[in-house]
């Protein structure tokens, strides 16, 4: 349960989505989650952090751990679906 208290706050899965394609720094990383503001990224970076999905690499930037790669993975079926699911709403 855990998991799921963590993955349902606000932004904290949209984080590790947009951490997907590599490292990113701070205002790179809350530019791509729709300015959400910079008090809320943070906190949700600590809290990524002392889950142990996220860390901060050396020059700064944001990527995740091996287990947040983990994570990711295990999000992409949720992705597929939700790109079915939305083929089939109206327009």
């Known amino acids: 349960?855990?998991?799921?208290d963590l993955f349902g706050r606000r932004w904290t899965l949209r984080i590790i989505w947009e951490l997907h394609e590599g490292?990113?720094?701070f205002r790179p990383l809350q530019q791509r989650c729709d300015d959400m503001s910079s008090s809320v990224l943070r906190q949700r970076l600590l809290e990524l952090i002392d889950a142990g999905l996220v860390h901060q690499t050396s020059e700064g930037p944001y990527a995740l751990t091996p287990l947040g790669q983990d994570?990711?993975?295990?999000l992409r079926p949720l992705s597929r679906w939700s790109d079915?699911?939305?083929?089939?709403?109206p327009a």
């Open 84 to 89: 079915r699911w939305a083929a089939t709403l």
């Open 1 to 4: 349960m855990a998991a799921l």
């Open 71 to 74: 994570a990711q993975e295990a």
């Open 23 to 25: 490292p990113l720094g």
